[in-house]
């Protein structure tokens, strides 16, 4: 019903930048929340950062300062922006989305993943 498609991961060096994108597409009559997560080898996946519909933010603190999330609704896109990275942030990054899906019948509040990409970041 919806398909979140990631892009922007990749290598960089320490103190360098990227830039992800979440683009969500489906049967979607409205997307709530949007957030980031990350899960490095052999942790548990943790938040990153969250944006509302309102657009308040929350951040993890070990990337306040660094990382800003933001989202166009026109375009149903989260993006996170990441500066100063350090190598403590290597993790694969996923997307997460709040939304209410169309059905055949009304509407109804579900949550997707996407699929993850990789970020490095090399000391």
């Known amino acids: 019903q919806v398909q979140l498609v990631e892009s922007g991961g990749g290598l960089v060096q320490a103190g360098g930048s990227l830039r992800l994108s979440c683009a969500a597409s489906?049967?979607?009559?409205?997307?709530?929340?949007m957030g980031w997560y990350r899960q490095a080898p052999g942790k548990q996946r943790e938040l990153v950062a969250v944006?509302?519909?309102?657009?308040?933010?929350d951040y993890a603190d070990s990337v306040k300062g660094r990382f800003t999330i933001s989202r166009d609704n026109a375009k149903s896109t989260a993006y996170l922006q990441m500066n100063n990275l350090k190598p403590k942030d290597t993790a694969v990054y996923y997307c997460?989305?709040?939304?209410?899906?169309?059905?055949?019948?009304?509407?109804?509040?579900?949550?997707?993943w996407g699929q993850g990409t990789q970020v490095t970041v090399s000391s």
């Open positions: 997460n989305v709040d939304v209410t899906v169309e059905t055949g019948t009304g509407v109804e509040r579900s949550d997707y």
């Open positions: 489906g049967s979607i009559f409205s997307i709530n929340v």
């Open positions: 944006i509302t519909g309102g657009g308040r933010t």
